[in-house]
């Protein structure tokens, strides 16, 4: 397109497009809604109980809450975001996607936007249930502290779904059973329901592989805010860190779709159904 | 239908089911693939025993036996239900098969049952490789003494429960896909859902009595509950009289699973039938 503004307006309408089918296909069913809200509270209450029976302190359960609820967004970042191509590719609009004059970002954009606003729905949901259920307190401290953490963090989550949704373009079922595999592993490498960070009964090596992941540290400045009260000054380190992984992923992922899109062109692979 | 053609499609969906499971990769990466989930699984809550019990600054084995062997008895139930929660979205959307399927002799149900199969097959495998891992990082990396003695293991009775355990969540397979008939909108989600309520209801990593009345009331009747404690009685004391009241209540729960998940398949295919929603599509 030889008019960069005019690019720029039908980028943004285009993402803005795909974040309204997003948010109207989410929201259209309020029983569904209330049900992807209450029901995962389930699974957190098993961790919760096992705390309680263990006999730790109450803090602990306050981590479970507010991982269990991240989980939510990794969860939405890796089936609708990072394998959402598949699905595109699979019920034919992938070919319409690229055809448009439109770029694959802002279709990837539009999602998780439409995304990030569906889930922080659910995710408040179930954060107050939690907290109303299991009788845990949880405090904002430093209110500007925790929403740089938290928009950090699904910047962060958002561009590695973009980055992840390119290995689509090329693979079927190998993406598929990636994107299985980073369901637990994760959930314990990133430390969902524990502190990872100088925890002394986490080894050395797993905190290092823990800081590879960009949801460690929101998980972690989350947890400092919400369950310790602590401010900006001590989740400094957490959002330069998330800062930094949104910039990185963000670059790298739009080197990897333009890359993983010529390269399924030439294997001839990228309408390629039923993989 | 007749017994034996049923039996026969079912074992060919079993062999299909086992080939998409394992045909898109070599055997080494699909052990891995097998292994990695359940065995990060077992690891958070190893991690969690250890961090709570460092805080609260006791530690018991037994404790960390009776959540081992839950969190491993677990793995059926987490893989099962992942499979069947998610085949009718995979036949409808995913390969378009769905119409191809019910317009077959055998229809669905036979297919079902041997897709089911296949994953109850995939999760032994699972499940035996993480036993092993498992058993090797808590007792010799981490130091944590397994209680279990291999020689009073009653291992009929351990086989027995497992049968009817699987038996009992094939069957809960079935009211899955019945949902999945009837719903665009549970294909990712309900297998964690439902997996999510037995992980808190099912006594897996902590007694059930120390849930509210109400949920303990219904743990008492999941058969998730007692194919759990069957597995563990067979296990840790080996004898039937501490085996049999366990066993004997998973049986029954089984028997009522089982018409339950037939007749409300049923009901669900054919009230999908009567609104033309059988093979409906959603994308959002």
């Known amino acids: 397109m ?3 503004a005019g690019a720029f307006q039908i980028n943004v309408r285009a993402a803005i497009a ?4 997003r948010i109207k296909g989410t929201l259209h069913d309020p029983v569904w809604l209330i049900a992807e809200t209450i029901i995962p509270i389930f699974s957190i209450g098993g961790y919760v109980l096992l705390y309680r029976a263990l006999g730790a302190p109450a803090s602990y359960t306050g981590f479970v809450i507010i991982g269990g609820a991240m989980i939510a967004f990794w969860m939405n970042m890796l089936w609708h975001m990072a394998a959402q191509f598949y699905w595109e590719k699979e019920v034919g609009n992938l070919e319409m996607y690229l055809v448009a004059p439109i770029s694959r970002m802002a279709i990837l954009l539009g999602m998780a936007l439409g995304s990030a606003i569906t889930m922080g729905l659910r995710v408040f949901g179930i954060l107050l249930f939690g907290t109303i259920l299991f009788g845990v307190s949880l405090s904002i401290g430093d209110p500007i502290a925790l929403l740089l953490i938290f928009t950090l963090t699904l ?10 949704s390119s290995l689509y373009l090329l693979w079927g079922r190998e993406a598929w059973k990636m994107n299985e595999l980073m369901q637990e592993p994760i959930y314990f490498l990133s430390g969902f329901y524990f502190q990872v960070r100088g925890n002394v009964v986490v080894p050395l ?4 592989a823990a800081a590879l992941i960009p949801m460690t540290f929101g998980l972690e400045g989350m947890r400092r ?3 310790f009260g602590e ?13 930094v992984f949104s910039v990185v992923l963000f670059f790298l992922a739009r080197m990897m779709l333009s890359y993983m899109e010529n390269l399924a062109k030439k294997e001839g692979r990228l309408t390629l159904r039923w993989q | 239908m007749a017994v034996k053609p049923f039996l026969k499609s079912a074992w060919y969906s079993a062999w299909l089911g086992w080939k998409i499971e394992t045909n898109w990769t070599d055997p080494l990466t699909f052990a891995g693939y097998y292994l990695l989930r359940p065995f990060a699984g077992l690891l958070i809550v190893g991690f969690i025993f250890l961090i709570g019990s460092f805080a609260a600054g006791n530690m018991s084995t037994q404790y960390f036996t009776y959540l081992f062997l839950g969190q491993i008895s677990f793995i059926y139930v987490s893989q099962i239900t992942m499979v069947t929660g998610s085949l009718i979205h995979e036949e409808r959307s995913k390969y378009e098969t769905l119409r191809s399927l019910y317009v077959t002799p055998a229809s669905l149900r036979p297919y079902l049952l041997g897709r089911a199969l296949s994953a109850a097959f995939a999760s032994t495998v699972s499940m035996l490789l993480t036993l092993l891992l498992g058993t ?4 010799y990396a981490l130091g944590i003494r397994l209680e279990i003695d291999l020689l009073k293991v009653n291992y009929p009775a351990l086989g027995l429960s497992v049968l009817l355990g699987i038996a009992s969540l094939i069957s809960l397979g079935f009211l899955l896909s019945g949902i999945n008939l009837l719903s665009t909108k549970l294909q990712f989600t309900l297998s964690e859902y439902v997996s999510g309520i037995f992980f808190l209801l099912g006594d897996v990593i902590f007694p059930p009595s120390m849930l509210p009345g109400p949920l303990n009331l219904l743990s008492s009747a999941l058969p998730i509950t007692y194919y759990i404690r069957a597995v563990r009685a067979s296990v840790l004391s080996g004898v039937w009289d501490a085996i049999l009241p366990n066993m004997a209540m998973l049986l029954l729960l089984a028997i009522i699973i089982t018409v339950a998940g037939l007749l409300g398949f049923g009901a669900a ?11 409906r599509k959603s994308e959002y």
């Open chain 1, 2 to 4: 030889s008019n960069p």
């Open chain 2, 269 to 279: 295919e054919k009230r999908a039938k009567r609104l033309g929603i059988l093979d």
């Open chain 1, 18 to 21: 795909r974040a309204r089918v």
């Open chain 1, 231 to 243: 401010g900006l000054q001590s989740v400094a380190f957490d959002i330069v860190a998330l800062a």
């Open chain 2, 136 to 139: 090797f990082v808590f007792s």
């Open chain 1, 205 to 208: 090596a797993m905190q290092f």
């Open chain 1, 155 to 164: 910047a962060s989550l958002y561009s590695l779904g973009i980055l992840f």
């Open chain 1, 225 to 227: 805010i919400l369950v």
